[in-house]
T-cell receptor, first 114, second 115 residues
């Protein structure tokens, strides 16, 4: 069975700092990889998704993630965070093709101090 | 242009009672999913519906859990004889099709508290 590890439970940054959240998955086959975000009081929404092609994926609000197949990683990055990025971030994987089930990591809470 | 809606937003029940949670997917989406978000367990897949195909129930934690989807649209998740460990946020999502590359759009969730 596939699994997803997010190594940072809680990250605290100041505004303008750079962000990198780690995500590793265990599955040897083709995968689709996603990052979801949950802002305080709001529902889960998709930040970005990789399913094929360029391993560097750009998403909304200046976020990007790089799929490194050899490392089974899909880390999320942002060069300069804002207070409004305070949220919980979830990495998710589903097997490629028709497999729809998302397996989520346990989430990373990001707090950005003004 | 409404998103996925869920009702109720909060439900408090007593141990042993049955509860029903409702999900209205985005119009035109053929695939519908239920997930559970609980402390310590994160987000877990429960069940998946795609069109008229038999649902994938592989994530349901026990036979007290069941779900149905009527007319290819609204879905109801039923938990019978609720237990305290059932306390969680139940999330519904829908996507255009069941293809793994489709974006899943999530609803706001139903927070279930079992006393």
């Amino acid at each position: 069975a596939q699994s997803v590890s997010q190594h940072n439970h809680h990250v605290i940054l100041s505004e303008a700092a750079s962000l990198e959240l780690g995500c590793n998955y265990s599955y040897g086959g083709t995968v689709n990889l996603s990052w979801y975000v949950q802002y305080p009081g709001q529902h889960l929404q998709l930040l970005l998704k990789y399913f094929s092609g360029d391993p560097l994926v750009k998403g909304i609000k200046g976020f990007e993630a790089e799929f490194i197949k050899s490392k089974f990683s899909f880390n999320l990055r942002k060069p300069s965070v804002q207070w409004s990025d305070t949220a919980e971030y979830f990495c998710a994987v589903n097997e490629g093709g028709s497999n729809y089930k998302l397996t989520f990591g346990k989430g990373t809470l990001l707090t950005v101090n003004p | 242009g409404a998103g996925v809606s869920q009702s109720p937003s909060n439900k408090v029940t007593e141990k042993g009672k049955d509860v029903e949670l409702r999900c209205d997917p985005i119009s035109g989406h053929t695939a519908l999913y239920w997930y559970r978000q609980s402390l310590g367990q994160g987000l877990e897949f429960l069940i998946y519906f795609q069109g008229n195909s038999a649902p994938d129930k592989s994530g349901l934690p026990s036979d007290r859990f069941s779900a149905e989807r009527t007319g290819g649209s609204v879905s109801t998740l039923t938990i019978q004889r609720t237990q305290q460990e059932d306390s969680a946020v139940y999330l519904c999502a829908s996507s255009l099709s069941g293809w793994g590359g489709d974006e899943q759009f999530f609803g706001p969730g139903t927070r279930l508290t079992v006393l």
